[in-house]
């Protein structure tokens, strides 16, 4: 995980000297939603993004995003720390999480890399309102 982490970093480093991705490049996004659906077979999640904001017909239109994870794709949970330990009470801090546990409905933040129309989840973390 370190090595991968620490690989995405010096890509993100290399395009921000070199001034930006060559035309077909992968890029590094993150994207926040719920997920609609998780297909633990095929490895992807389907992730229900609001943004750009778009009204369409009185509704908010959700942008479905088709995401593959793989062995490489590192799960957390992000939750409150009531006792300050993450720096003040409150606030939130992170913890591995199985990929099993990771489910329709939850809301999520996933760090991807665009390479084309291919998006490939290198961290899903999932926001958790209450304690540990």
Known sequence: MRRLKGAALLVAAAVLALGGLPAGAAELMKHSGTVLAVDRTAGTLVLGEVGPWRVERGETRITRLAIATGSATEFTVAERVPDGAAGFPGAFAERRLD??????????????????????????????????
């Open 99 to 132: 990929p099993g546990h990771v489910k329709a409905g939850d809301f999520v933040t996933v760090s991807c890399l665009h390479e084309g129309k291919r998006l490939t989840a290198l961290k899903v973390t999932v926001s958790s309102l209450g304690g540990p």
